[in-house]
């Protein structure tokens, strides 16, 4: 990458802060988008750059100097110092250098731009030779190569190569005027090896056979009940009930009260641990150091219902006088990191998922789930469900459409009361301050005893 300068030819422009970084980056990517038949926005790009973060601390108030620039030589870091008109001082540190990377096993940088775009395009008329009742397939691939070197005051050289591909298949089906959508998304810190064995066209089967199963399914019950959330459903409702809660920003700005000063304090059943893993093999959310530096390492947040912590980056770290735990992310070479989650789950429980649902006397089993929101805040969340079947006495009965789940995320945490000994994984782009982060998010089959689950009041 650019920017192979030894790490003391930064020096200069880190010294005299409590804490310093110069953060280098060279990043390239493909993406492409399908809809209605014809291929849109074909893009092939790269950047480079270079940003330098100085923070001075000052009875507990962190002052942050920043600025970027599109180069990555020393002398561009100079530039940078001499532009925060900051005086430099103080010994320069030893540097440790490192470096790690995960290669994909077939680099899709090499892959034809035209075979992107032919695997959409099949994509597309295989699902409408099938399901003649499609009416619109969108299609939308992506890969990126991240190559990224954080120098700091810490004595870190840490240099890492990421290559992420995904893929997202959403498909609208139409009967009688009425219309309905499904959505399956596939991606990892893999590369075109992503999409061999058929995965690509099961996923994108599997969206259109949601879309039409839902136009035959009546609206959901609206109302309070339990609800059962599969594994299948992916993480979605622990990434917006406590995950952004526990970014340690939110907490020590007030903007997540209920968790504020908790730690030590019960606030899920003894059954619930919550872990935060970045070093998760080919998950979306892993990186082998974070972006100020610091190796990446599991964080345990809730352990036996008891909160244990929170993701900190290094300004939250020197807020209270700590060191980060390594969640320090951010989009590019141009923006500030801020604290953000990776590979969020719950861990498995020791029920049976099975059970679970069994002992469900009438409620809502939710497979797959959409988007989410949450208000920190006050802990408010709505969540989409794009896959839900009503269930009497045991029994699932019936798809259902249109259900979403509303709720407070601290109650909610609470009242689980089943936690199955399965765990499956949802993948996702978490946005926060205008930035966007690769995240995956997991967890097990629950219960939880009472949910708002908006839909069709019963007559």
């Known amino acids: 990458m650019s920017g192979d300068a030894p790490a003391s030819a930064y020096a200069a422009a880190l010294r005299g802060a409590a804490y310093g970084e110069v953060f280098l980056e060279d990043s390239s990517w493909t993406s492409?988008?399908?809809?209605?038949?014809?291929?849109?926005?074909?893009?092939?790009?790269s950047d480079r750059g270079v940003s330098l973060r100085l923070l001075q601390d000052g009875e507990g108030r962190v002052r942050t100097l920043f600025a970027s620039g599109p180069d990555a030589g020393p002398e561009a870091a100079a530039r940078?110092?001499?532009?925060?008109?900051?005086?430099?001082?103080?010994?320069?540190?030893?540097?440790?250098?490192?470096?790690?990377?995960?290669?994909?096993?077939?680099?899709?940088a090499a892959v034809p731009l035209e075979s992107k775009v032919g695997l959409l395009t099949a994509l597309d008329r295989a699902v409408r030779a099938e399901f003649p009742s499609v009416r619109q397939v969108t299609a939308v691939y992506g890969d990126r190569r991240r190559r990224t070197r954080v120098i700091n005051t810490d004595g870190a050289d840490a240099r890492q190569d990421?290559?992420?591909?995904?893929?997202?298949?959403?498909?609208?089906?139409?009967e009688g005027g009425r219309l309905?959508?499904?959505?399956e998304s596939l991606g990892a810190q893999r590369g075109w090896e992503l999409f061999e064995g058929g995965s690509a066209l099961a996923a994108a089967r599997r969206a259109a056979v949601r879309a039409l199963a839902k136009?035959?399914?009546?609206?959901?019950?609206?109302?309070?009940?339990?609800?059962?959330?599969?594994?299948?459903?992916?993480?979605?409702?622990?990434?917006?009930?406590?995950?952004?809660?526990?970014?340690?920003?939110?907490?020590?700005?007030?903007?997540?009260?209920?968790y504020r000063g908790a730690v030590g304090r019960r606030i899920a059943p003894e059954t619930i641990t919550v872990v935060d893993d970045p070093t998760l093999a080919f998950q979306r959310g892993s990186f082998f150091f974070d972006d100020e530096g610091v190796p990446a390492a599991p964080t345990r947040l809730v352990e036996k219902g008891v909160l244990a912590g929170y993701?900190?980056?290094?300004?939250?770290?020197?807020?209270?006088?700590?060191?980060?735990n390594g969640h320090g992310r951010r989009e590019s070479f141009a923006h500030r990191p801020f604290p953000r989650m990776s590979n969020l789950y719950i861990a498995p429980g020791s029920d049976d998922p099975a059970e679970i649902v069994r002992g469900l006397s009438r409620g809502l089993f939710v497979t797959r789930m959409g988007g989410g929101q949450v208000n920190t805040a006050t802990g408010e969340f709505v969540f989409e469900v794009d896959e839900g079947f009503w269930v009497e006495g045991g029994t699932v009965r019936h798809?259902?459409?249109?259900?979403?789940l509303l709720g407070i995320g601290p109650e909610a945490l609470r009242s689980i009361d089943r936690v199955g000994w399965d765990v499956g994984w949802g993948i996702g782009t978490c946005g926060k301050e205008g930035q966007s982060v690769p995240v995956s998010d997991g967890q097990p089959t629950i219960r939880l005893p009472s949910v708002v689950v908006g839909g069709a009041h019963e007559d």
Do not use: C, W
């Not at 492409?32 to 790009?45: I, P, Y």
């Not at 309905?180 to 959505?183: A, S």
């Not at 009940?225 to 700005?253: K, N, R, W, Y």
């Open 80 to 108: 940078l110092r001499a532009g925060l008109g900051v005086a430099s001082g103080g010994p320069a540190p030893a540097f440790t250098p490192a470096f790690r990377s995960a290669p994909p096993r077939i680099d899709p």
């Open 180 to 183: 309905q959508t499904g959505h």
């Open 162 to 174: 990421l290559v992420s591909t995904n893929l997202s298949v959403s498909v609208v089906a139409e």
């Open 399 to 404: 798809l259902v459409r249109d259900a979403n």
């Open 32 to 45: 492409a988008r399908l809809e209605d038949g014809r291929a849109q926005e074909l893009v092939s790009g």
């Open 215 to 258: 136009l035959r399914a009546p609206k959901a019950r609206a109302g309070e009940m339990p609800v059962v959330l599969s594994s299948s459903a992916g993480g979605t409702f622990i990434h917006e009930a406590i995950g952004h809660s526990l970014e340690v920003d939110h907490v020590q700005e007030g903007s997540s009260p209920a």
């Open 311 to 324: 993701l900190y980056d290094r300004v939250g770290a020197l807020r209270e006088g700590r060191a980060s």
